[in-house]
């Protein structure tokens, strides 16, 4: 089945440091791909969908300047969390689909931001 | 704004045991997913149901999806240590380019 692929799947950083996570699809192109943010023992929150060649949309209360998201090419989008803080730490998923497979979605390995 | 309600959130079963978790949601739709996540891993897809009726299982689980109720259940049989996990459901918000809404995730331990 089709693969995507997360970048790095932990990071450590120190306050007011920027991170930059990619997330790959490996055998199809994607034009969205989602990014999921997850604290411990809780859900998946949706925090933006990621559109090839275009402006992110972002979910209700995610703030735009903080979480900046990249789509320039088919099979690449990146999350930067910028001047990242200590409640910026969580996992972080992407998402994307293969538009031949429309029903199914596939995730990223997860990367484990950690700010200190 | 779609939601989407398991329970149990959580469930201690001994081995050998049955048990089914329940997936709620609050809109129409006809695409439904389980995931299992392993602590600190990402989602696994178990099944994907897409019709109302539809009934999928793959060793000691089994779901089935209802889309006039809006309900999904996930069904465990005999279970046995290895599908201790968290289990998600997720709704397909087709009018929303196909993002998907979780639920709250079900913690299961299944015990010796």
């Known amino acids: 089945g089709a693969v995507v692929s997360q970048h790095p799947s932990r990071v450590i950083c120190k306050s007011g440091t920027s991170v930059k996570i990619e997330c790959r699809s490996l055998?199809?192109?994607?034009?969205?791909m989602f990014w999921y943010r997850q604290f411990p023992k809780k859900s998946l929150m949706l925090m933006a969908t990621s559109n090839e060649g275009s402006k992110a949309t972002y979910e209700q209360g995610v703030e735009k300047d903080k979480f900046l998201i990249n789509h320039a090419s088919l099979t690449l989008s990146t999350l930067t969390v910028t001047s990242a803080h200590p409640e910026d730490s969580s996992f972080y998923i992407c998402?994307?689909?293969?538009?031949?497979?429309?029903?199914?979605?596939?995730f990223g390995q997860g990367t484990r931001l950690t700010v200190v | 704004e779609l939601k989407v309600e398991q329970n149990p959130l959580f469930l201690s079963m001994q081995e050998g045991k049955n048990y089914t978790i329940y997936c709620n949601y609050s809109t129409t739709s006809d695409r439904l997913y389980w995931y299992r996540q392993d602590p600190g891993k990402s989602l696994e897809s178990l099944f994907v149901l897409l019709s109302n009726g539809a009934v999928k299982q793959e060793g000691r689980l089994m779901a089935s999806l209802d889309t006039k109720a809006r309900l999904s259940t996930l069904h465990i049989t005999a279970a046995v240590h290895d599908l201790s996990a968290t289990y998600f459901c997720a709704v397909d918000e087709e009018t929303s380019g196909s993002r998907l809404t979780f639920g709250e995730g079900t913690q299961l331990t299944v015990n010796p």
């Open positions: 055998d199809f192109q994607a034009t969205t």
């Open positions: 998402s994307a689909r293969d538009p031949q497979e429309a029903t199914e979605a596939f």
